[in-house]
């Protein structure tokens, strides 16, 4: 009785594609409040930046994304390493500073890669990224793949200068150049409503000659909806598109933030506007994923993020023999 | 006899061969071609100083005008080179690394590294440096040693238009990233260069002049400061043996010390400021490797720990000359204890 469900909820996303996408936003969230329950534990060593209650974003852009492309991250960088298919348990290792982690344990949590992906690293400067970024999407434009380059960054990093040049060049150059502003309302301890001399990051766009849009952060439909009219512009030619995404971060700036700059709007979010719970409710609501399905994707991540733990936790850490290695191709 | 072009065509003929002979080398920079959205001439100058001059019209899409934007377009050569490209950025004078420096030392220099092996950056960012163009405190500094600091990176400083060729196009070659530094005083200094393209290996220092008494390692353009100074010292019966290390990361230690194990003397001519230097750098070599063969104490002869002056007086002191070398010499050769 398919014309008594309501519109499906996206078009071009078949039950597969949601399953997959669902998939991603589950293993961002388990993978991301495993590590605070673990972090919690003094076991995991360093700066740790999470990105759950954000998950749309990473998932709602990166769904469209493909081996030609590349995305550069931030240093609350987990959700787009995920998304852009980094392994899961070579992550988990990284973090925990293991042999066997995605970067052999020299990186840690900002700094986890592949470039085998097009994943150019989660990044510890904030604005790192977004030049990078023009030089991938140059590379995709010369070479001639269809290939697009995605900066995520911070509204902290939207003030950034590197991040501001990155926006006017892309445009000078017409590059197939996509800027995901991931606006989480704080920079740190500093609201983004002090710290953004605009109304909104997007409202900068005009600035650069490049079309500016705001999504609601939570909804993967939105995030879905406007990342792909950015990147099949950009892959047509037409050059880079700015697009804000506006959400709240579920933890602190950092694991160990007391977050006393903020009220409880986490509690809110989680409650009333959470991006796995609402994308929940209307594919079930449209009939085009069960309730059970979902719950045995989420069993199945469950599992994976635990094996990803326990190997972790077993896995050696590097050794002295590994100290002066990986510096250069040659010397 | 060789032929003879001068520092300046030798670097633009190491581009255009390499561009020739890999697709993947692109040009790109402040003018580079020069003109672009203007009225005259798109190829009008070349870069600042025309090096890459004739190379927009022979590589069509491949020479890339960037506005003034070096955090940009450095990060955006660092990334093209992350994802096959092999790109030569010239970030104009050495002295405006400041505005793009992240990118260099944060990005591209620790990917490798960061990223446990996984990462190829082979960009090449060209730049000039050095003084003697009365262009003053922010045109003029010689900070090769900045990125000789920094791991990841590689750093040459060409002494001659041959020495230039040829390491440029190793530089294009190499899978790390390399700063390339010009001395803008050089531009038109001339030497024999071949025409077919050769290579110039890293971390192998070039025996400039032989000589027993004294030796001289030297940076760059003050490689032929030395010389005129060892024609001098030679002709007061005193042989200085010049080394010209070619590239300061990687340095060649083995050279060096090889030289002040035969001398027993060392003097280091550098045109940066004298704390944290090359000067610095391998005066502590010697004196903890060859510590044992040393006769007196070593010579560094650096510009002062100030700014680059404007004046022609003042710039005239600045920087090292064949006096100061000389003296430093004769200082180690008539050392008694």
Known sequence: MTDTLPTPAAPGLDADALLDAYRMMRTIRAFEERV???????????????????????????????????IASTHRGHGHCIAKGVDVKAMMAEIYGRRTGSCHGKGGSMHIADLSKGMLGANGI????????????????????????VAFFGDGASNQGTTLEAMNLASVWNLPAIFVAENNGYAEATSSTWSVSADNIADRAAGFGMPGVIVDGFDFFAVYEAAGEAIRRAREGGGPTLIEVKFTRYFGHFEGDQQTYRADEVAQARDRLDCLKRFRARV???????????????????????????????????????????????? | MARTISYREAINEALA??????????????????????????????????????????????????????????????GAATRGMRPVAELMFIDFMGVCFDQIFNQAAKFRYMFGGKAETPVVIRTMYGAGLRAAAQHSQALYPVFTHIPGLKVVVPSSPYEAKG?????????????????????????????????????????VRDGDDVTIVAIGRMVSVAEQAAAELASAGVEAEILDPRTTSPLDTDTILESVENTGR???????TPRCNLATDISALVAKEAFGSLRAPIEMVT???????????????????????????KAVMEWKR
């Open chain 1, 36 to 70: 605070h329950d673990e972090f919690a534990t003094g076991e995991i060593p360093g700066f740790v930046h999470l990105y759950a209650g954000e998950e749309a974003s990473a998932t709602g852009v990166c769904m469209h994304l493909d081996d030609r492309d590349s």
């Open chain 1, 126 to 149: 904030v604005g790192g990224g977004p030049p990078l970024i023009c030089g991938t999407a140059l590379a995709a434009k010369q070479q001639g793949t269809g290939g697009v380059g």
């Open chain 1, 284 to 331: 079930t609501e449209t009939g085009q994923l069960e309730d059970s399905t979902l719950d045995s994707v989420d069993t199945q991540v469950a599992d994976l993020i635990d094996a990803a733990v326990a190997e972790a936790k077993a896995a050696p850490k590097p050794t002295a023999d590994d100290l002066e290695t990986d510096v250069y191709v040659s010397y």
């Open chain 2, 17 to 78: 061969q390499e561009m020739e002979r890999d697709s993947s080398v692109i040009v790109m920079g402040e003018d580079n071609a020069g003109g672009a959205g203007s009225p005259g001439d798109d190829d009008a100058w070349g870069g600042v100083l025309g090096v890459t001059k004739g190379l927009y019209h022979r590589f069509p899409g491949r020479v890339l005008d960037t506005p003034i934007t070096e955090s940009a377009f450095i990060g955006a050569a660092i």
């Open chain 2, 167 to 207: 390491l440029l196009i190793q530089s294009i070659r190499d899978n790390d990233p390399v700063i390339f530094c010009e001395h803008k005083a050089m531009y038109d200094t001339s030497g024999e260069v071949p025409e077919d393209s050769y290579t110039i290996p890293f971390g192998e220092a070039n025996v």
């Open chain 2, 266 to 272: 060392l003097v280091v001519v550098d045109e940066s």
């Open chain 2, 303 to 329: 510009a002062p720990h100030t700014p680059v002056p404007f004046a022609d007086t003042l710039e005239d002191l600045y920087i090292p000359d064949p006096q100061r070398v000389v003296n430093a010499a």
